[in-house]
């Protein structure tokens, strides 16, 4: 379901739905209607019924949770407000390319802590990496989401402001 459009995005979802022997069936925002034409629950009740997952790129994360807590399928995030999952895997995909294992290797974000942010240092905590960020002030990434990823298994988490300090010897720079 693409409330959001993204022409990147849907091809990449549905020619890797293809490659995995799947049937990908596309549908725009306004047809489903979020909480317009259905409640975003009957639309994963409905949808359940025919497909073996939803795969959802919306405009409010509350939408993808709504969809998962009712939906007896699983649900994909393919883009929201709050998190960018599908990107984060791109990105360690093609870190681990270029640099091989991860664990223990250097990450640097360096912007807004945003959903692509987010879920690239969700990711790269999961595979052990040191974790920096170059935020602005009043951009940053707050205590708990810090917390959060060294819960998930980052080597480190750092922030600056200073966007010289964060990236110096960094693997990779985003």
Same mark, same amino acid.
């Given at each position: ?9 849907r091809?990449s979802?549905?020619?890797? %739905? ?6 990908? %069936? ?15 629950? #009957? =639309? ?8 073996a997952?939803i795969?959802?790129? %919306? ?5 993808i ?8 399928v699983? =649900? ?25 294992? *991860? ?8 912007? #807004?802590? &945003?959903?692509v ?7 790269s ?18 205590? &708990?989401? *810090? *917390? ?8 480190? %988490?750092?922030?600056?402001? #200073?966007?010289?300090?964060?990236v110096?010897?960094a693997?990779?720079?985003?």
């Amino acid at each position: 379901i693409f409330e959001k459009p993204s022409a990147r995005t849907r091809h990449s979802m549905e020619m890797a %739905v293809v490659q995995l022997g799947g049937h990908p %069936v596309f549908t725009r925002g306004e047809e489903v209607g979020f909480d317009t034409r259905e409640p975003v629950e #009957d =639309v994963a009740r409905i949808m359940e019924g025919f497909h073996a997952l939803i795969a959802a790129r %919306v405009y409010d994360h509350s939408t993808i949770t709504r969809l998962a807590a009712v939906a007896t399928v699983p =649900v994909v995030n393919m883009l929201s407000d709050f998190a960018h999952p599908l990107q984060a895997v791109a990105d360690v995909l093609t870190m681990q390319q270029n640099l091989g294992e *991860l664990s223990g290797k250097t990450v640097t974000y360096v912007g #807004d802590f &945003n959903n692509v942010a987010r879920s690239l240092c969700e990711a790269s905590a999961m595979l052990g990496m040191h974790i920096r960020l170059g935020c602005p002030e009043g951009y940053d990434a707050q205590d &708990n989401e *810090l *917390l959060g990823l060294t819960e998930l298994g980052a080597a480190s %988490v750092e922030q600056y402001r #200073d966007i010289a300090i964060a990236v110096t010897g960094a693997h990779a720079v985003h």
